[in-house]
């Protein structure tokens, strides 16, 4: 690069693998607010996404002794090599370094899936040589990788995957058609376990409806009610998923969503009823929602007795 008088270089160590990490990098905008809110006051994508070359994206931070804004393009991206090139094009970083300033960012896996080593360098031209080298920003940068790596590492603990399946009697369609009308169906099938389910959107049936359910007396204690939404529905492969926006669980789990499917078992000889839940705990003392996957194969299976003798 023509011009160019100084050159940085840094590379750490990091326990997440190197998709995991690169994938945080490339979703810098969301992640670096949430891994250093005191640090990153504001990130504001003037043009672009964020992800693509070209993007602009200005950050104000707050560095400790003032607080200073610099805006960013992303000169180019490789997911294959897991490389991201951003140039410095306004700010004030430029008053001390021409606006020839580029920063690069690159992850490689240490091997065996066992962390990552994350390498920057920047490269600069100084607008005098009374302008030191910009260690400030190596320092920064090393910094705050191993705080993106803590966070990811905090996020895979809190994260998870629950998956339940039950056999039941009744055929593919008739079951199907109970899920689809379980407003209705449920309280009447465990009066025990759901006292109500009350619509607020919608029909109960379309994606976008809104309902409240208030647990029966059976039901669990510390989840009394819970809002849910229906997020997508496919009849034909007989699939609804649904997510948590309010009530008692969201106490205990900051993102929660369920998915429900229904598949024959073959001539007509009941179903295989299949259920799951993507979470996001509220902290690490929360312990896995095992508690939901057992309610939901119950009701499944009370449900299936319901239609065997109306």
């Known amino acids: 690069m023509a011009g160019v008088v100084g050159r940085l270089e840094a590379e750490i160590e990091v326990k997440s693998n190197a998709d995991k990490f690169w994938n945080a990098i490339r979703d810098f905008a969301t992640i670096l607010p949430k891994v250093s809110p005191s640090v990153y006051k504001s990130i504001h994508i003037i043009q672009g996404d964020a992800k693509v070359p070209g993007s602009i994206i200005k950050y104000t931070l707050d560095m400790g002794n003032e607080v200073v804004t610099v805006t960013e393009s992303i000169e180019d991206v490789d997911d294959g090599k897991r490389t991201l090139i951003y140039s410095v094009i306004d700010g004030d970083l430029l008053k001390y370094f ?16 066992n962390g990552s080593i994350v390498k920057w360098s920047s490269e600069y031209e100084k607008v005098s040589q009374e302008v030191p080298e910009p260690i400030f920003i190596k320092e920064f940068a090393t910094k705050m990788f191993p705080k993106i790596d803590d966070y990811l590492l ?6 998870g995957k629950l998956e339940a399946e039950t056999e039941v009697k009744s055929n593919a369609d008739k079951f199907w058609g109970a899920i689809r009308d379980f407003v209705t ?4 099938a465990s009066p025990t376990d759901y006292k109500s389910i009350q619509i607020l959107e919608g029909d109960g049936k379309v994606v976008g409806s809104v309902y409240r359910t208030i647990s029966g007396d059976q039901g669990n204690e510390a989840v009394k009610t819970v809002t849910e939404k229906i997020e997508s529905v496919d009849d034909a492969k007989r699939t609804i998923i649904y997510s948590v926006i309010d009530g008692d669980l969201l106490k205990y789990y900051k993102r929660y969503k369920g998915y429900v499917n229904v598949t024959p078992k073959g001539d007509d000889n009941g179903s295989l009823v299949k259920w799951c839940c993507e979470y996001e705990k509220a902290s690490q003392d929360v312990p896995e929602p095992n508690f939901m996957g057992e309610a939901a194969i119950n009701t499944f299976l009370k449900v299936d007795h319901y239609i065997l003798n109306a």
């Open 98 to 113: 021409k606006s020839n300033y580029k920063g690069y960012i690159n992850v490689t896996p240490k091997g065996d899936d």
């Open 185 to 188: 169906i449920f309280p009447k």
């Open 154 to 159: 905090t996020m895979a603990a809190s994260v």
